[in-house]
C-alpha cells in the first residue's frame, strides 16, 4: 500500500501554492458576533489528494490556479522574516498571564473579544474569565501572531488537523488570504523549510510585502477573488 504523504504546501517559483498530502480545503466567512468574530461555513470546495492555489490574484477559477499567473507575468520573491518567532516576538507580561506579539496582521480580527483585545485581556489576566478570554483571542489569531503563555512558560496553542481555509471577509467587502492550520509543512521556492507553526496565513492577492505570508494588504487594495 502507497504511504500517504505528509500534509505539506511548496511555494512555486513565480507560480501557485502546490498543495500535498490530501489536505481538506474549505471556504469560510468571517462573521461579526456577539461582539467578537467567527468563522461560518461557506460554499463546499473540491477536494483532492493535490491541488494547485492561486498566489497572483487574478485567477478566474479561485481559490485554484489557472495558469493566469504566466499570462500575467507575475514575479514574486519571498520576503517574510526567518527569525524563529521567539527571537522576534516581544513579550507582554501580564499579571497571570504572558503575551508573545510578533507583529505579523492579516486584519482577521480574532485577537479582539467583546471583554476587549488580547493585549488589554493580558494585562487583566488576574481575572480568570479575561485570562481565559485572553487565551482564546490568542489562539484563534490565524497568523499565529499571537501566543498566550503560562508563568511557567507552557504556550497555548490551537489543536486541530491539518486544513486550508479559504476566507471572506464580508464585513469589509474582500477576500483574505489563506488560513492553514494544523502544522503543515511550508517549503519556500528554493527549497526552505520555514519554521513549524500551527497557524499562519499565506497572501493570496499577490500583493503582499511579506510574501508569502498575508500582511492585510487584500484590505487596502480592496481584493476579491473570482
Known amino acids: 500500500?502507497?504511504?500517504?504523504?505528509?500534509?505539506?504546501i511548496t511555494v512555486v517559483k513565480n507560480g501557485p501554492y502546490r498543495v500535498t498530502g490530501g489536505?481538506?480545503?474549505?471556504?469560510?466567512?468571517?462573521?461579526?458576533?456577539?461582539?467578537?468574530?467567527e468563522l461560518d461555513e461557506g460554499a463546499?470546495?473540491?477536494q483532492a489528494e493535490a491541488y494547485s492555489l492561486c498566489r497572483c490574484g487574478k485567477s478566474k477559477n479561485a481559490p485554484f490556479c489557472d495558469g493566469t499567473h504566466r499570462t500575467e507575468g507575475f514575479l514574486s520573491s519571498e520576503t517574510a522574516s526567518r527569525t524563529p518567532y521567539?527571537?522576534?516576538?516581544?513579550?507582554?507580561?501580564?499579571?497571570?498571564?504572558?503575551?508573545?506579539?510578533?507583529?505579523?496582521?492579516?486584519?482577521?480580527r480574532f485577537c479582539?473579544?467583546?471583554?476587549g483585545s488580547a493585549w488589554s485581556l493580558t494585562m487583566a489576566s488576574d481575572?480568570?474569565?479575561?485570562k481565559k478570554e485572553a487565551i482564546l483571542a490568542a489562539v484563534e489569531c490565524p497568523t499565529g501572531r499571537l501566543v498566550a503563555?503560562?508563568?511557567?512558560?507552557q504556550a497555548y496553542e490551537l489543536d486541530c488537523d491539518p486544513c486550508i481555509e479559504v476566507v471572506q471577509d464580508p464585513e469589509e467587502g474582500v477576500s483574505c488570504g489563506l488560513f492553514v492550520k494544523g502544522g503543515?509543512?511550508?517549503?519556500?521556492?528554493?527549497?526552505?523549510?520555514?519554521?513549524?507553526?500551527?497557524?499562519?496565513?499565506?497572501?493570496?492577492?499577490?500583493?503582499?510585502r511579506t510574501k508569502p505570508l498575508c500582511d492585510a494588504m487584500h484590505v487596502p487594495i480592496g481584493w476579491k477573488d473570482k
Not at 500500500?1 to 505539506?8: D, G, T
Not at 481538506?24 to 461579526?32: G, N, Q, S, T
Not at 503563555?149 to 512558560?153: Q, T, V, Y
Open 127 to 130: 481575572d480568570p474569565e479575561k
Open 23 to 37: 489536505i481538506p480545503l474549505y471556504e469560510m466567512i468571517i462573521v461579526p458576533r456577539g461582539g467578537g468574530y
Open 112 to 115: 479582539h473579544r467583546k471583554a
Open 86 to 108: 521567539l527571537l522576534r516576538a516581544r513579550k507582554i507580561e501580564g499579571p497571570d498571564l504572558d503575551l508573545y506579539d510578533d507583529n505579523r496582521c492579516s486584519y482577521a
Open 184 to 208: 503543515v509543512e511550508l517549503e519556500g521556492e528554493e527549497g526552505y523549510v520555514y519554521e513549524s507553526r500551527m497557524r499562519y496565513v499565506l497572501c493570496r492577492c499577490g500583493r503582499s
Open 1 to 8: 500500500m502507497e504511504q500517504k504523504k505528509k500534509p505539506k
Open 149 to 153: 503563555a503560562e508563568k511557567n512558560g
Open 44 to 46: 463546499p470546495l473540491p
